[in-house]
């Protein structure tokens, strides 16, 4: 009997650490890098009409959203001129042919990439708000 109650409990604690294992890893916010003064910052600051007095407080992150093996770019800006109570101002661009559009502009702390595609595009969270791609720009998806 001592056997049987020791094999089903390592049986059962291999399906525990087996499920554990296999749970998704948890979202990490993105990692942003301090954005240089290239053509390409200068014209998405002329865009959003930020100063370059500004440019030691706006990161960057280069990332594929739409899988079109072209990244997209989401700035970041954290300076109290463009953070308020729902957080700092964070720019997605693409560009399409050989100009930069700007898609969005949201406000929050934290932004995450989910591995979950919608619309061709990657869903994205700023905070705890979800985002899919409705052809045009991201919009929040609705609550449950």
């Known amino acids: 009997m001592k056997k049987i109650l020791s094999i089903l409990l390592v049986l059962l604690i291999t399906v525990i650490f087996g499920w554990y294992l296999l749970q998704p890893a948890p979202n990490k916010p993105l990692a942003f890098e301090p954005a240089q003064e290239d053509t390409t910052i200068l014209t998405f600051m002329h865009q959003l009409s930020i100063d370059l007095e500004y440019l030691p407080f706006l990161t960057q992150r280069a990332v594929d959203l739409d899988h ?77």
């Open 68 to 144: 079109d093996g072209a990244n997209e770019y989401i700035l970041f800006l954290k300076h109290e001129d463009y953070c308020g109570m729902a957080g700092c101002m964070h720019a997605i661009f693409k560009k399409y042919d050989s100009a930069w559009q700007l898609l969005n502009v949201l406000f929050g702390t934290e932004m995450y990439i989910s591995k979950d595609i919608r619309n061709g595009f990657n869903l994205i969270a700023i905070d705890d708000i979800e985002l899919v791609w409705q052809g045009q720009s991201y919009q929040e998806l609705p609550r449950k």
